[in-house]
């Protein structure tokens, strides 16, 4: 037969002792009432810093957002790998880029600006082109039928000069740099030629001739070359800017084409002196 351990109290089977029970009930009041754990509302919990918010209420607060990176967020990075403010779909996914801004509206005024700019760049270039190259031309001319009259004049010089020294200096005759070409020359033509580089000292520059008669120079022409069509020719009596005149006997005025030569003009008084 048991006993109570506490009182040494006779107990029957399966009884209680009456001493432990009030102790038990003692102790149970004594005890600290079990506090309540106080429920997470997670709705006020923030989500991860500088994420969007991602998914609906769950559990009380938003699901977080997958991390790809095995669960983890990047580390100083948004929850996904992208620019910073980049925006993301509803499941996570990056967005395509946005559009870029079309840039056709400078296209738009700067062809039509272009255009209007060429189209006056070539006016003015048709204007302006033809002036350009006659002043050229013109200014060429001018400058060759100089050096016809400075020829003419240093040779009438130098034909005084032999005229006082008794040379017979009459007749109808061609002296001209090319000795070869020189026609009919009463006189000694190495002497005449050095009293005409006397006179102009860049004669020997210049291919020239010069008609003669009575002791005195009539007609003179030069030019670069004997047989360069593009090469400008000079002549005294001249033809102004509009080119080279012809030799005439009779003084009419005469104007050589543009495609002669001073050959072409030399072979011409040629044949009015013969």
């Given at each position: 037969m048991p006993y109570c351990t506490n009182c040494g109290k006779k107990l029957e089977d399966g009884e209680v002792c009456s001493c432990t029970a009030q102790t038990q009930e003692a102790a149970v009041q004594n005890e600290p009432p079990v506090q309540q754990a106080q429920q997470v509302n997670t709705n006020d919990q923030q989500p991860y810093s500088g994420a969007p918010q991602y998914g609906q209420p769950y559990n009380g607060g938003m699901q977080p957002p997958p991390y790809p990176n095995n669960g983890q967020p990047y580390p100083n990075q948004y929850p996904y790998p992208g620019p910073q403010g980049y925006q993301y779909?509803?499941?996570?996914?990056?967005?395509?880029?946005?559009?870029?801004?079309?840039?056709?509206?400078?296209?738009?005024?700067?062809?039509?600006?272009?255009?209007?700019?060429?189209?006056?760049?070539?006016?003015?270039?048709?204007?302006?082109?033809?002036?350009?190259?006659?002043?050229?031309?013109?200014?060429?001319?001018?400058?060759?039928?100089?050096?016809?009259?400075?020829?003419?004049?240093?040779?009438?010089?130098?034909?005084?000069?032999?005229?006082?020294?008794?040379?017979?200096?009459?007749?109808?005759?061609?002296?001209?740099?090319?000795?070869?070409?020189?026609?009919?020359?009463?006189?000694?033509?190495?002497?005449?030629?050095?009293?005409?580089?006397?006179?102009?000292?860049?004669?020997?520059?210049?291919?020239?001739?010069?008609?003669?008669?009575?002791?005195?120079?009539?007609?003179?022409?030069?030019?670069?070359?004997?047989?360069?069509k593009k090469s400008y020719i000079g002549s005294y009596p001249s033809g102004g800017t509009s080119g080279a005149r012809l030799y005439s006997p009779d003084g009419s005025a005469e104007t050589a084409d543009d495609r002669d030569t001073l050959a072409d003009l030399y072979r011409d008084a040629l044949n009015k002196v013969r």
């Open positions: 779909a509803y499941d996570g996914q990056m967005l395509p880029p946005p559009p870029k801004k079309s840039k056709a509206w400078i296209l738009a005024i700067v062809i039509p600006l272009g255009i209007v700019a060429l189209m006056i760049i070539v006016i003015l270039a048709a204007i302006f082109v033809p002036a350009m190259l006659g002043y050229t031309k013109k200014s060429k001319q001018s400058t060759m039928n100089s050096r016809a009259s400075t020829i003419f004049k240093a040779a009438n010089t130098a034909m005084v000069e032999l005229d006082e020294e008794g040379a017979k200096v009459d007749g109808v005759y061609i002296i001209s740099s090319d000795q070869t070409r020189n026609t009919a020359v009463p006189f000694d033509i190495k002497e005449f030629y050095e009293l005409e580089a006397r006179y102009y000292d860049e004669i020997n520059e210049y291919d020239y001739f010069i008609v003669f008669n009575k002791g005195c120079a009539v007609y003179s022409a030069v030019s670069d070359s004997w047989d360069d």
